[in-house]
């Protein structure tokens, strides 16, 4: 069996398992989606009040949110296993067993659960951007959909490469280190708003240090058709969602560095 | 003093207990600061594009933005877990049986349960944001100490009371996790809850006009709004007072609530566990 092959057949049995407990499933999604659609709030109380920020109203605002929030969400759905790794993997020494197996560590961890309830986040992400089509000038056809597209699958390969970044820290810590938690709640949180509302440095930190502009800003800024405020050359926009994949292949190239100095706690 | 003092020892305990776990407070710290920082940017640039439509000064909202980073583990988002553990196993049967009173014994433990994560954090938070960043030259975005002498009086009461209510809010959690055996579910509608309508997420005077006169009145609002406010003497005078009587007066109406709820929930509770 081919590793996608493999893959899907995890996916299916980590659904299946959700499917037993249909209530519950639901009522997880509805939780998170009540959790996660209070900042759209915050973000429009402020738009309320001032107006406008950074060149940007509020229906612009929330195409940015909106966006975010539904990369954000699959990568989530994903990526349990690198989340739990320290705690529920090298700590108590299941890793091991992982390793028996005649198949990739990454994969196994990849397949280890998808959560249906991180929809919740999509969802009220979804109807953001219903409403933010409605208020922003946005030409919803093949070439910015294509672009949102195309920047939703750089995103996700960068919030999946923090995600393995984290797990990585593991083999040192043997804990799994909610710092990472910066990077990807944070990093929605960051990019919730337009990018070029913030101080340079951290604008500096968010481009090339972890590419959250490039996949969440710059591709905005074509589907809005608007330059960007500040100077980056219009052909480069397209082609930023790249820079996720990028962050992604240094991620696993980490992990690999891990995996070679990984000991058992023996437990 | 004596009857109080079996609910002084379970405060104790759980504080002391919490008090050892330094990594996850330094942890958590992190995770404010960084959050706190994204916060007071957010604030910055829409000042900066419009600042005469601000309810309070910028100055005013970073400080604010800082305590409510710092208080963050006292506000009353999840019920205690230690109650929903003891209630699935069965360990709510010794409660039930101390010749004490449950909910105060439950609402002492919860409340240093509450305070012990907040200390420290809030601690390391000052020392940050109230003495390095002015040291470093980032004045601008300190923490600033309490705007006048009366602020800092009004905000010791202020801090007390909201301690006192985000543990009474907390224990109407409690009770309805030892009812349905599950914390999940009350989280899931606690959290979102607790973090618009206190003004953790921004204070309330920025939430559009029509909504202004209810939100005020709310329980919730003692916990976050009222306090600060009275810190950087936004309220002052008569109207630090009726806020601090707002908070007193939650408390007592949901310790009551409480108290009524918790004694039908020991009267109905099955025993789980063996």
């Known amino acids: 069996m081919n590793a996608l092959a493999l893959y899907g057949r995890y996916v299916v049995a980590s659904l299946r398992a959700q499917a037993q407990y249909p209530t519950a499933t639901l009522m997880l999604i509805l939780g998170q989606c009540a959790a996660t659609s209070i900042e759209i709030l915050g973000v429009y109380a402020l738009f309320s009040r001032f107006g406008s920020v950074g060149g940007w109203k509020f229906g612009e605002a929330a195409l940015f949110y909106a966006l975010v929030n539904i990369t954000f969400s699959l990568a989530d759905l994903l990526t349990r296993g690198f989340e739990v790794f320290g705690t529920d993997f090298v700590r108590t020494g299941a890793f091991d067993r992982v390793l028996l197996r005649p198949r990739a560590a990454a994969l196994q961890l990849a397949g280890y659960e998808v959560r249906l309830s991180r929809l919740g986040r999509m969802m009220q992400a979804v109807a953001v951007l219903v409403i933010a089509t409605r208020l922003a000038p946005i030409h919803w056809d093949a070439a910015t959909v294509a672009m949102a597209l195309w920047a939703i699958t750089g995103g996700v390969a960068m919030f999946c490469g923090i995600l393995v970044l984290q797990a990585t820290m593991a083999f040192w810590t043997v804990e799994s280190l909610e710092v990472a938690n910066v990077l990807t709640y944070g990093g929605v949180q960051a990019a919730q708003y337009p990018l070029n509302i913030y101080a340079t440095w951290f604008r500096r930190l968010l481009t090339f240090g972890v590419p959250l502009a490039c996949v969440a800003y710059y591709p905005v800024l074509v589907i809005l058709n608007r330059p960007d405020p500040l100077g980056a050359p219009d052909w480069l926009l397209p082609f930023t969602p790249l820079a996720g994949f990028a962050f992604l292949t240094l991620s696993f190239l980490a992990w690999r560095a891990g995996m070679a100095r990984y000991a058992s706690t023996g437990s | ?274």
């Open chain 2, 1 to 274: 003093m004596a009857p109080l003092r079996p609910y002084l020892a379970a405060f104790r305990a759980r504080f002391q207990l919490l008090l050892e776990y330094r990594v996850a407070a330094l942890a958590g710290f992190a995770t404010q600061l960084w959050w706190g920082g994204i916060r007071i940017m957010v604030f910055a640039a829409f000042y900066g594009a419009h600042a005469a439509a601000a309810p309070i000064s910028l100055a005013d909202a970073i400080t604010y933005v800082w305590l409510g980073q710092a208080l963050l583990a006292l506000q009353p988002w999840s019920a205690d877990p230690e109650i929903g553990h003891a209630v699935r196993t069965g360990g709510v049967g010794y409660d039930s049986l101390r010749p004490l009173d449950a909910y105060g014994f439950w609402y002492a433990r919860s409340l240093g349960w509450m305070l012990a994560r907040a200390l420290p954090r809030a601690v390391l938070m000052v020392l940050f944001a109230g003495f390095v960043l002015p040291l470093v030259g980032l004045g601008e975005w300190a923490w600033r100490p309490p705007s006048s002498l009366e602020a800092a009086l009004l905000f010791i009461p202020a801090f007390v009371l909201m301690a006192a209510l985000a543990a009474a809010v907390l224990m109407l959690a409690n009770i309805v996790v030892a009812a349905t055996l599950n914390e999940r579910g009350v989280n899931s509608i606690l959290t979102p809850v607790v973090i618009v309508f206190s003004g953790s997420m921004l204070p309330l005077n920025f939430y559009p006009k029509a909504w202004q006169s209810w939100l005020h009145l709310q329980p919730l609002a003692g916990i976050v709004d009222v306090p600060f406010r009275i810190y950087f003497a936004d309220l002052h005078g008569g109207a630090a007072l009726q806020g601090l009587a707002l908070q007193a007066g939650w408390t007592l109406v949901l310790v009551a609530i409480g108290r009524l709820a918790m004694a039908r929930m020991m009267r109905r509770l099955e025993m789980q566990g063996g």
